[in-house]
């Protein structure tokens, strides 16, 4: 059975630092490409950045690049997203979510479990 917990949200003013981690269960880690995604109210969900399963290849969106730092612990079946310079706008849910086809994906709709995600508030 597939469990994906996301923890280490919280409150931090403008310019701090979080370090957010998906603890995973279920045996499908190390094959599956981890993806981080944000939703905050009355918008869409927007995709963060993915690191692909075996080679730990890294994407991110434009606008989070040199902030924001994914990784994944294939020991441990968790991964990571380091969040510095952390501004108003990053306030959001974030999700982490597994992609069966081990690459990791922009795209939402192409991912196949989800975490419940964590909630991230930054004050300015």
Same mark, same amino acid.
């Given at each position: 059975?597939?469990?994906?917990?996301?923890?280490? =949200?919280?409150?931090?003013? *403008?310019? #701090?630092?979080? /370090?957010?981690?998906? &603890?995973?269960?279920?045996?499908? @880690?190390?094959?599956?490409?981890? =993806?981080?995604?944000?939703? *905050?109210? #009355?918008?869409? /969900?927007?995709?963060? &950045?993915?690191?692909?399963?075996? @080679?730990?290849?890294?994407?991110?969106?434009?606008?989070?690049?040199?902030?924001?730092?994914?990784?994944?612990?294939? &020991?441990?079946?968790?991964?990571?997203?380091?969040?510095?310079?952390?501004?108003?706008?990053?306030?959001?849910?974030?999700?982490?979510?597994?992609?069966?086809?081990?690459?990791?994906?922009?795209?939402?709709?192409?991912?196949?479990?989800?975490?419940?995600?964590?909630?991230?508030?930054?004050?300015?």
């Amino acid at each position: 059975q597939v469990h994906m917990v996301e923890s280490g =949200g919280g409150l931090v003013e *403008a310019g #701090g630092s979080l /370090r957010l981690s998906c &603890a995973t269960s279920g045996g499908f @880690f190390n094959r599956y490409g981890m =993806g981080w995604f944000r939703q *905050a109210p #009355g918008k869409e /969900r927007e995709f963060v &950045a993915a690191i692909s399963a075996r @080679f730990g290849i890294t994407y991110y969106k434009d606008s989070m690049k040199g902030r924001f730092t994914i990784s994944r612990d294939n &020991a441990n079946d968790t991964a990571y997203l380091q969040m510095n310079s952390l501004k108003a706008e990053d306030t959001a849910v974030y999700y982490c979510a597994a992609d069966a086809r081990e690459n990791g994906t922009p795209r939402p709709d192409e991912y196949d479990y989800w975490g419940q995600g964590t909630q991230v508030t930054v004050s300015s």
